[in-house]
């Protein structure tokens, strides 16, 4: 599975949109992109994924760049509460691969 | 949909003895389940894949006979850490395939090795 480059931190004031960018440079055609957060000792959480389309649901958007080798998670209108570690991961949708988790971005949402 | 649910969330036990970790898959069957392991301040790190009605594929350095896997129905998936010790202690986190949002994961369970 291709590797994936975050941002380790990043910072967003309350009820700004928040936007996480990743590179995934070396994805290849049959892999989407996944994202995933992490709220303190918490498991990780399902946002948002995609394979080439820009794609929107409650919780967040996803911008895919049309090489497809970077793409922004968007959240409209961050609260205190999507305080939390973003992974962005890259994987062929077969069910039996595991997710492999880089370090991510640790988004703080300041009041 | 597609709820794993993941107990206990966490224990504390001695050292030398055994912790087992459930994973159930509540309204879907998984033929596939992972078990991670995270420590403070780092990410997850896959330990094993955990497939119903085979033996479980560990990653390298993880050691099989300390962490057994059992994925005996195509609900429940466990983890017993043997004779555990204090390096032992972690927050464990099971996933399961399923689609089409491709995984999902439990809760996470915090084991504490005193």
């Known amino acids: 599975d291709a590797k994936t480059t975050q941002p380790p931190s990043m910072d967003c004031a309350e009820g700004r949109a928040a936007n996480l960018p990743c590179n995934h440079s070396?994805?290849?055609?049959?892999?989407?992109v996944y994202w995933y957060r992490q709220i303190h000792s918490q498991g990780p959480q399902y946002i948002i994924h995609?394979?080439?389309n820009n794609e929107t649901n409650e919780m967040a958007s996803l911008i895919i760049t049309e090489d497809r080798k970077s793409s922004t998670l968007i959240l409209p209108h961050a609260t205190l509460r999507d305080t939390a570690v973003y992974y962005c991961?890259?994987?062929?949708?077969?069910?039996?691969?595991?997710?492999?988790f880089g370090t991510g971005t640790r988004l703080t949402v300041i009041p | 949909g597609a709820v794993v649910s993941q107990h206990p969330s966490w224990v504390i036990c001695k050292s030398g003895t055994s912790v087992k970790i459930e994973c159930r898959s509540l309204?879907?069957?998984?033929?596939?389940m992972f078990w991670y392991r995270q420590f403070p301040k780092q990410s997850l790190m896959l330990m094993a894949t955990?497939?119903?009605?085979?033996?479980?594929?560990?990653e390298q350095g993880v050691e099989k006979d300390k962490f057994l896997i059992n994925h005996a129905s195509l609900t429940l998936s466990t983890l017993t850490v043997t004779s555990a010790h204090p390096e032992d202690s972690s927050f464990y986190i099971c996933?399961?395939?399923?689609?089409?949002?491709?995984?999902?994961f439990g809760s996470g369970t915090r084991l504490t090795v005193v």
């Open positions: 996933s399961a395939s399923f689609g089409p949002y491709g995984y999902t």
């Open positions: 070396t994805i290849s055609g049959n892999e989407y």
């Open positions: 995609g394979l080439k």
């Open positions: 991961i890259v994987s062929s949708r077969t069910g039996a691969n595991n997710l492999f």
């Open positions: 309204d879907f069957q998984a033929t596939t």
């Open positions: 955990s497939n119903e009605g085979s033996k479980a594929t560990y």
